[in-house]
Each structure stands twice: as structure tokens, then as C-alpha cells.
């Protein structure tokens, strides 16, 4: 589980998104990063027995920074009021799909996929859903899987309205072919972050997403 000091770190952090209040709160900050740091490689550690393809991965190389990217931003607050890890066998800068865990109070989920991936793979992946349809279907249909996500997000703005280009409108692939993402996440409450069970229901969604992103990543290698 996550310290509930971590959780008040972020709570006053989004309160008070500015350079003097996060340097005078450094060592809270540092505390803080140490106790995510440590569930995150649980996590590897844990869920890398069943998926060795993450087996190798190190906390803190999954972790973004806290710092926001603000140079073409309206938003200007200086800190992400989150912390976030992504734990991918190529890396977090890798093609391939990945686990996501991202705690944020009010806003915390776990799972993951191939967000946005570029257009080679991306055109790689529709290719295989098309081909293998019935093995994808399977996998998104299990009862596993559909007890923890139920479906794909399917954020408007990462679907497309109408197949793309070289698929017919009538194929049986049509709804996932327009996905510009394949992502499933879960979400979580706060009582949860600081739950004994937590480890356990990350793992388990992990465990349910693993064959998609067998899946996903077969199809860009």
C-alpha cells in the first residue's frame, strides 16, 4: 500500500503548485517519490514472476518526473499534483505497450495497453486485429479480463469515426480498426491507495491485461 503521507503530499501540492512551496516541502516531496518508488518495484518484482518481460525493470526508470512540460501550455503551474509509472519491456520511451499505474487523489488507476502509438505501428496493430480477429476477441472476452475492465476505453477523441483507409466499412474488426489507442484501465478510490489490498488488485489487473499486451506487442516486434 501507499503511506497516506504520500496521498496528502499531492492533496497540498495541487493547492499550492509553486517553486518556493514545493522547495520548502522538498523533503516531504523526496519521502514521498521513496514510498511510490517502493510500490512500483513491488509491483515489477511481484508481477514480473508471471510476465518476465518487465521482470528486469527498475522503479525508478518507469517513473515520469514531476516537473510539467509548460512550454506549450496555457497551464503554467510548474508540478504534475500525480505521480505516474509505466513499466514496458522496451522502457518507458519504448513502441511497445506497457502496465500503467497512476496515483493522483481523486483520480487513481491502473492497467494500461498502447496509447497513440506512430503510424507504423499502428497500422501494424489494426493489420493484426484484422487477420486474428477471433484470438482478439477472445482475449478482450475473457471472463478475466471483463471482470476487471469490462471493455477498451473508448475515448472519443482516440477513435476515429470511420474506418481507416483500406478496411471496409462492414468488416467485423470495424469498431476496434477506428481505435487510435488499446487501453484498459481500472480505476481506484482513495481508500484504496492506502489499502493492504492494493498490491493485490494492481496485480490482478496486470494479470488481466497481460494477453493483450502479448497480443499488441507481438504484432509491432
Given amino acids: ?4 503521507s504520500t496521498l496528502k503530499f499531492l492533496k497540498d501540492l495541487k493547492k499550492n503548485n509553486n517553486k518556493p512551496w514545493f522547495e520548502a516541502h522538498r523533503k516531504q516531496y523526496e519521502e514521498a517519490k521513496n514510498d511510490f518508488a517502493a510500490f512500483i518495484q513491488t509491483i515489477i518484482d511481484k508481477h514480473g514472476k508471471k510476465d518476465e518481460s518487465i521482470a528486469h525493470l527498475k522503479a525508478k526508470d518507469c517513473m515520469f518526473r514531476i516537473n510539467r512540460d509548460v512550454r506549450f501550455s496555457k497551464d503554467k503551474s510548474p508540478y504534475k499534483d500525480n505521480m505516474g509509472a509505466y513499466m514496458s519491456r522496451g522502457g518507458k520511451k519504448s513502441p511497445f505497450g506497457g502496465y500503467y499505474f497512476h496515483c493522483q487523489p481523486g483520480r487513481c488507476f491502473a ?7 506512430m503510424p507504423p505501428e499502428l497500422n501494424k496493430v489494426r493489420q493484426e486485429i484484422d487477420y486474428n480477429f477471433t484470438d482478439f476477441k477472445k482475449i ?9 475492465y469490462g471493455d477498451l476505453s473508448r475515448d ?3 477513435v476515429l469515426t470511420r474506418v481507416p483507409k483500406g478496411y471496409e466499412p462492414g468488416n ?14 481500472v480505476n481506484f ?4 491507495l492506502t489499502s493492504r489490498d492494493l498490491i493485490k488488485k ?4 496486470f494479470e488481466a491485461l497481460q494477453p493483450l499486451l502479448e497480443f499488441l506487442n507481438e504484432s509491432i516486434s
Avoid at 140 to 148: A, D, L, R
Fill in 189 to 192: 478510490n482513495d481508500a484504496d
Fill in 111 to 117: 492497467g494500461g495497453g498502447l496509447w497513440m502509438p
Fill in 1 to 4: 500500500m501507499l503511506q497516506p
Fill in 172 to 185: 467485423p474488426a470495424a469498431d476496434y480498426l477506428k481505435m487510435k489507442s488499446f487501453v484498459a484501465l
Fill in 140 to 148: 478482450i472476452g475473457s471472463k478475466k479480463f471483463k471482470s476487471v
Fill in 156 to 158: 472519443a477523441e482516440y
Fill in 202 to 205: 494492481v496485480l490482478t489487473a
